[in-house]
């Protein structure tokens, strides 16, 4: 099995900055893609940001230039550094990620994502 666990949500004025994180564990033999997607009240689940595992990346046009989303590959990890936070970037953030894993000796893919982490930008 692969988990996800995300840390770093919390409360931040608008403008302000903040980092979530996502630190991934199993046994792993090759994460694909990672991303990011957020969920809010009254609307549907969106992407944020995805990052390949030769390193493009995918914004959302909302966060494009405030946004940035990176990963070790080496510690299968995933950030989303945000600045210039806005009211309406107040949701629950979710870690995704997609590859394969060594399920009982077995090369298997996986599919999983985080618990969420919130992130609550007030004005």
């Known amino acids: ?30 994460i694909a893609d990672m991303g990011w997607y957020r969920h809010s009240p009254g609307r549907q689940r969106e992407l944020v940001a995805t990052v390949s595992g030769d390193g493009k990346t995918v914004y959302a046009d909302s966060v494009k230039g405030r946004f940035t989303i990176g990963r070790d590959n080496a510690e299968n990890t995933v950030y989303l550094q945000m600045s210039s936070l806005k009211p309406e970037d107040t949701a629950v953030y979710y870690c995704y990620a997609r590859g394969n894993f060594n399920g009982y000796g077995q090369n298997r893919d996986f599919e999983v994502w985080g618990q969420g982490t919130l992130v ?4």
């Open 1 to 30: 099995q692969v988990h996800l666990v995300e840390s770093g949500g919390g409360l931040v004025q608008t403008g302000g900055s903040l980092r979530v994180s996502c630190q991934s564990s199993g046994q792993i033999l090759r």
């Open 120 to 123: 609550n930008v007030c004005s």
